[in-house]
């Protein structure tokens, strides 16, 4: 389980698409702070969620060109 500390909209569309949240939270396991990003699905389609490894972070889907 966790704590949500903050949620706030990535503004800049020009990388993530609009609605995308980032929401910060922490650990009530180990206590450290960690993100996510998300985005509100349709309930009609299919929903995709991008799990990201080590030496990178969650945004990378968005922010790396190569990827995309």
Do not use: E
């Amino acid at each position: 389980t966790f704590k949500v500390i903050s949620c706030t909209s990535m503004a800049d569309t020009d990388i993530y698409p609009a609605g995308t949240m980032k929401i910060s939270y922490r650990s009530k396991f180990d206590g450290k702070n960690d993100w996510a990003l998300y985005m509100l699905g349709n309930n009609v389609k299919n929903a995709i969620v991008y799990l990201h490894g080590s030496f990178s972070t969650g945004d990378q889907i968005f922010t790396r060109k190569d990827i995309m």
